[in-house]
């Protein structure tokens, strides 16, 4: 049984005071929360200051993004092994935001994940549509392209090491979001397309987030379908209250 597996991703935002104020209080206020996985991923120049606040806890800590290579002239760029030794377990690929703002293409992202899986830091793989590839229909042809694409020359095993987290680009901070349907619509397709290319156990095994303006409010709905195992949370999960609501809320269910 898939474990639903809630992340907030603070993206760059907030002070070193408030990302270590917000990391202590997820930490103590979910201690006793059983039924759910717990990730936040700070800026880089806050993860090892958020490190010393949850290490030993429950709580998981991840990178928002990483270079493919391990070294080299990449100005302002951060090699997945900084990350790992900074406390990093998982880190974010592919998020709609690098993608269609700072230009990451598919074969890039493919990359980031390989080098990822190599060094035992788990990849969280984004994929998404843009509002109008879903009114043109073409929902299912673009997530299918980018999983394909994404995780080309990928192997079962190395598969199922992933999250896979389905981010609709219309739906991100603009307040609007899929509906329950809709989007678990799209998760049972893109277990799917990963049952077809890397077989049914792998597929049925991996947990595939909802990431697009997740609230308090809407979290019970999207978690109680059949194919939504957690959240990707990004305004929400900056304020201490909203995201522990939304952890307890799925703890209960």
């Known amino acids: 049984m898939r474990k639903p597996f809630i992340v907030g991703n603070w993206k760059m935002n907030l002070s070193l005071k408030e990302a270590v104020q917000l990391a202590g209080d997820?930490?103590?206020?979910?201690?006793?929360?059983?039924?759910?996985?717990?990730?936040?991923?700070?800026?880089?120049?806050?993860?090892?200051?958020?490190?010393?606040?949850?290490?030993?806890?429950?709580?998981?800590?991840?990178?928002?993004?990483?270079?493919?290579?391990?070294?080299?002239?990449?100005?302002?760029?951060v090699a997945g092994f900084m990350a790992k030794e900074a406390g990093c377990t998982y880190v974010i690929i592919g998020?709609?935001?690098?993608?269609?703002?700072?230009?990451?293409?598919?074969?890039?992202?493919?990359?980031?994940?390989?080098?990822?899986v190599s060094i035992e830091?788990?990849?969280?793989?984004?994929?998404?549509?843009?509002?109008?590839?879903?009114?043109?229909g073409k929902t299912n042809d673009v997530i299918g392209e980018q999983l394909r694409n994404g995780l080309k020359d990928f192997t079962a095993d190395a598969a199922g090491k992933l999250v896979i987290a389905y981010e609709p680009v219309w739906a991100i901070g603009t307040g609007k979001?899929?509906?329950?349907?809709?989007?678990?619509?799209?998760?049972?397709?893109i277990r799917d397309v990963l049952s077809t290319e890397f077989g049914a156990k792998v597929a049925g095994d991996m947990v595939i987030q909802y990431g697009g303006s997740v609230k308090p409010d809407n979290i019970k709905e999207l978690l109680l379908q059949n194919d939504i195992d957690g959240a990707l949370?990004?305004?929400?999960?900056?304020?201490?209250?909203?995201?522990?609501?939304?952890?307890?809320?799925a703890d209960s269910l």
């Open 233 to 249: 949370v990004g305004g929400a999960s900056l304020k201490a209250d909203s995201f522990l609501s939304m952890i307890k809320t």
């Open 95 to 116: 998020h709609s935001e690098r993608r269609h703002v700072f230009g990451e293409t598919d074969e890039f992202i493919n990359r980031k994940l390989k080098k990822c």
């Open 26 to 77: 997820i930490k103590s206020e979910s201690a006793g929360v059983k039924n759910v996985d717990i990730g936040i991923c700070p800026p880089f120049v806050f993860i090892s200051s958020v490190y010393d606040v949850i290490k030993g806890s429950s709580v998981i800590l991840g990178a928002q993004n990483v270079h493919d290579e391990d070294g080299g002239a990449f100005t302002g760029e």
């Open 177 to 189: 979001t899929a509906t329950p349907d809709q989007a678990n619509e799209v998760h049972a397709f």
């Open 121 to 136: 830091l788990a990849p969280i793989f984004c994929v998404g549509e843009k509002l109008e590839q879903r009114e043109a």
